[in-house]
Nanobody, 125 residues
Framework: QVQLVESGGGSVQAGGSLRLSCATSGVLYSSTCIGWFRQAPGKERAGVAASRRGGGRTYYADSVKERFTISQDSAKSTVYLQMNSLSPEDTAMYFC??????????????????WGQGTQVTVSS
């Protein structure tokens, strides 16, 4: 059974940084895609960043390119989302998610089978 637990959210001023963590457990393959998504009040869930559990290429939404970085510590089975130059538009609940064994490296939410409970990020101006 795959479990994902996010942490690291909080409140920060515009221009600040946060690092989110996603602790993973259960059967995950090196080809599994791990993605970060976010959902702001009244808005649809949107993909932010994705990578394969085994490393390699990464994929980012245009809105976060050059500001956010997805990485992982395989020894700790943890995936990180480093968020820099935060703006109020980044305020949302952030979720990590995992696909099955095979996936296309993108942010199409329907291919992600397992989801964490989310961590809130609030950016004030």
């Amino acid at each position: 059974q795959v479990q994902l637990v996010e942490s690291g959210g909080g409140s920060v001023q515009a221009g600040g940084s946060l690092r989110l963590s996603c602790a993973t457990s259960g059967v995950l393959y090196s080809s599994t895609c791990i993605g970060w998504f976010r959902q702001a009040p009244g808005k649809e869930r949107a993909g932010v960043a994705a990578s394969r559990r085994g490393g390699g290429r990464t994929y980012y939404a245009d809105s976060v390119k050059e500001r956010f970085t997805i990485s992982q510590d395989s020894a700790k089975s943890t995936v990180y989302l480093q968020m820099n130059s935060l703006s109020p538009e980044d305020t949302a609940m952030y979720f990590c998610a995992a696909t099955g064994q095979y996936c296309s490296l993108d942010l199409v939410a329907t291919q992600y089978r397992h989801w964490g409970q989310g961590t809130q990020v609030t950016v004030s101006s």
